[in-house]
């Protein structure tokens, strides 16, 4: 069966320090791969999403940036934190289909202070 | 209109009532339709796909509406641990499209 981990589970970071989030999935070959943010009191918002290695697209225009460099891996990083980075970040999978389902790591939650 | 809309609630509704929620969707060329649950904390969970009939599982009951753009999730006889926040789910265009816009979630609170 597929699982996906995702590690730190917490995370609390100065504004302008470094980040790398990491996401890895099992089980599974070419997987779809997604980065969400989930705010407080906010809905899943995409970021990232990855349809094989080193393919990335952005969604949205920011100060993070993703990068896959093995077919189950996807690593979420940032040069400088802002404070508006907290959040709720979380990693999903799906295999191409038209079912398109996409399965959740257990998230990471990020406080920058 | 937003892509995906839904009733933040909450609903607060005793053990053993049947509750109802909607959602509706912006795009017409969305093809695949989700309900996915959300704990407190936690990552949001697959609950159920949404077909063109209407499906069950168990006392979960989805219907979509492609003509009005609306879906729904009936949760007949609740049970305290369905307390959650529920997500409707829509893919974003087209057939074979795979990114998924998530509504916020309507909360359900079941009391004793």
């Known amino acids: 069966s597929q699982t996906i981990h995702q590690w730190p589970a917490t995370l609390v970071q100065p504004v302008g320090s470094p980040l790398s989030l990491e996401c890895t999935v099992e089980?599974?070959?070419?997987?779809?791969l997604y980065w969400y943010r989930q705010a407080a009191g906010r809905g899943l918002q995409l970021l990232f999403y990855?349809?094989?290695?080193?393919?990335i697209s952005s969604e949205v225009p920011q100060n993070l940036s993703a990068s896959r460099p093995q077919d189950r891996q996807f690593i979420l990083s940032s040069k400088k934190l802002l404070l508006s980075d907290s959040g709720f970040y979380l990693c999903?999978?799906?295999?191409?289909?038209?079912?398109?389902?996409?399965?959740f790591g257990p998230g990471t939650r990020l406080t920058v202070l | 209109r937003k892509e995906v809309e839904q009733d933040p609630g909450p609903f607060n509704v005793p053990e053993g009532a049947t509750v109802a929620f909607n959602c509706t969707y912006s795009?017409?060329?969305?093809?695949?339709f989700f309900w996915y649950r959300q704990d407190c904390r936690k990552e949001p969970k697959l609950l159920m796909s949404?077909?063109?009939s209407g499906n069950e599982d168990g006392r979960f009951t989805a219907q979509l509406n492609r003509a009005s753009q609306y879906i729904s999730l009936l949760i007949r006889d609740s049970k305290l641990s369905d307390s959650a926040t529920y997500l409707c789910?829509?893919?974003?265009?087209?057939?074979?499209?795979?990114?998924?816009?998530f509504g916020k979630g309507t909360k359900l609170s079941v009391i004793p």
């Open positions: 999903a999978w799906s295999v191409l289909g038209l079912a398109n389902e996409q399965f």
């Open positions: 949404v077909y063109s």
């Open positions: 990855s349809v094989g290695i080193g393919q």
């Open positions: 089980g599974t070959s070419n997987p779809n």
């Open positions: 795009n017409s060329a969305s093809q695949s």
């Open positions: 789910v829509v893919n974003r265009a087209g057939a074979g499209s795979y990114q998924l816009t």
